[in-house]
């Protein structure tokens, strides 16, 4: 390196002789140069067109699905697959069969909560200071992507406190673990102990994504993170006094920045936060009855639907692939739904999809939703054929092979491209 720094040193130096008498003699020559006047983009005829989809023959795609879906590594399955710009159904397989759907069960969560609470939506987490000024309480809210930066920005509203104390009782009544969940997840970087505060998702070591060890205790973390920042000694649970001053507040990212976070990396905290925000939006503590209760009102076939969470991790959930078909086809149609297409991974590219479809025509195409459990393996999304075409799909594969399952989904969903 050093050998490298001497050496362009010393051709740097001599090249200043020379760079100075050739710049004298053509800044005299540039100087005669003339120019021709500059091009002026002329205003078009009349509005562009939009392309419109290209008509294809409805038989040899559904053949070819068909085909596909005969493929023995989807175990015992069910599919539908459908068409945007008229909602046709192009194939199906036993699609009102409620199975266990991993995690491809956030669909539903993100779909209730955009239609209860809207893509703007955030969460607000307060600290109140009580009679004695030395001492502050956070009043937890829900916000589970807390971060160094949002305690920072307390910190500083705050000034100096001698305790600090965390009130969680806005989720009292909802259970920290839930019915099919394994206590080992926590270790194992799934999931947390469901408190209504944590730092990105209960993840310890200042981490901030990935499946890596989480907080057995997550609201007392962000707590003790409050108290090394404002110099507090004291630190516990505690309930915020009803009549205390607002000493600092800050707010989630937007519901459509914290939906993306959740589906790209299918984080289990981070649905379960969401589906909790849009059952007290309702007024009850019944987090996955609340989410279908939205898709019910909004004229969603729920029939055979079973949900004890809102992530998919429990092995007790049953959903049929007809109705996350449903919502993806309304996503493509309706404004609504609309910011859950952007939160999908993208085929080969990002998230959950990263390391699939690389030698596939859906790559870069196919955005979808992931699921998988032991003997499970599920997808919902879109893809975009070569004709214009935006086709809708979801398949849910049980009693199979994970990653086989997994591959023949990507081939039957790939080849949409064609068509």
């Given at each position: 390196m050093k050998v490298w720094t001497w050496a362009a040193g010393a051709l740097a130096l001599a090249a200043v002789g020379?760079?100075?008498?050739?710049?004298?003699?053509?800044?005299?020559?540039?100087?005669?140069?003339?120019?021709?006047?500059?091009?002026?983009l002329q205003a078009a005829p009349s509005a562009l067109v939009p392309a419109e989809p290209s008509r294809i023959d409805d038989t040899s795609l559904t053949n070819a699905l068909t085909t596909l879906g005969a493929n023995p590594a989807l175990g015992t399955y069910g599919a539908r697959v459908s068409r945007a710009s008229d909602g046709a159904t192009v194939f199906e397989h036993a699609p009102g069969d409620a199975l266990r759907p991993a995690s491809v069960t956030k669909v539903l969560t993100a779909s209730a909560a955009l239609l209860s609470l809207?893509?703007?939506?955030?969460?607000?987490?307060?600290?109140?200071r009580g009679a004695d000024p030395a001492e502050v309480t956070i009043k937890a809210a829900g916000d589970v992507w807390l971060d160094a930066d949002a305690l920072d920005d307390l910190a500083t509203q705050i000034g100096h406190a001698?305790?600090?104390?965390?009130?969680?009782?806005?989720?009292?009544?909802?259970?920290?673990?839930?019915?099919?969940?394994?206590?080992?997840?926590?270790?194992?970087?799934?999931?947390?102990?469901?408190?209504p505060a944590m730092l990105s998702g209960g993840r310890l070591n200042g981490e901030t994504t990935g499946d890596v060890p989480r907080?057995?205790?997550?609201?007392?973390?962000?707590?003790?993170?409050?108290?090394?920042?404002?110099?507090?000694?004291?630190v516990g649970v505690g309930t915020a006094p009803a009549d205390g001053q607002v000493a600092a507040a800050v707010e989630s990212p937007t519901l459509a920045e914290r939906l993306e976070m959740m589906m790209k990396h299918s984080d289990n905290v981070y649905a379960e936060a969401i589906g909790r925000e849009v059952a007290l939006k309702r007024g009850t503590k019944d987090a996955p009855g609340a989410a279908l209760s939205v898709l019910a009102e909004r004229g969603f076939d729920t029939a055979g639907v079973t949900l004890v969470d809102n992530s998919g991790l429990s092995t007790d959930d049953r959903i049929p692939a007809q109705l996350l078909d449903a919502l993806m086809l309304d996503a493509t149609t309706k404004p609504e739904l609309r910011p859950l297409l952007a939160a999908l991974p993208v085929a080969a590219a990002d998230g959950t999809l990263a390391d699939r479809y690389g030698d596939l025509p859906g790559r870069g195409w196919v955005r979808a939703k992931t699921g998988t459990l032991d003997n499970t393996a599920s997808l919902a999304g879109t893809?975009?054929?070569?004709?214009?075409?935006?086709?809708?799909?979801?398949?849910?594969?049980?009693?199979?092979?994970?990653l086989a399952a997994r591959r023949a989904m990507d081939e039957l969903t790939s080849a949409l491209r064609d068509y």
């Open positions: 020379g760079v100075a008498g050739f710049g004298i003699a053509a800044h005299e020559q540039l100087g005669e140069i003339t120019h021709a006047p500059p091009f002026e809207g893509a703007q939506d955030r969460v607000t987490t307060q600290v109140v001698d305790r600090v104390l965390i009130d969680t009782s806005v989720w009292d009544g909802m259970e920290e673990m839930l019915p099919g969940w394994n206590p080992l997840d926590i270790d194992g970087g799934f999931v947390a102990p469901l408190q907080s057995h205790t997550p609201a007392l973390d962000v707590a003790q993170a409050l108290a090394n920042r404002v110099g507090a000694t004291e893809v975009t054929s070569v004709n214009g075409n935006v086709y809708t799909f979801a398949v849910i594969c049980n009693d199979a092979d994970v």
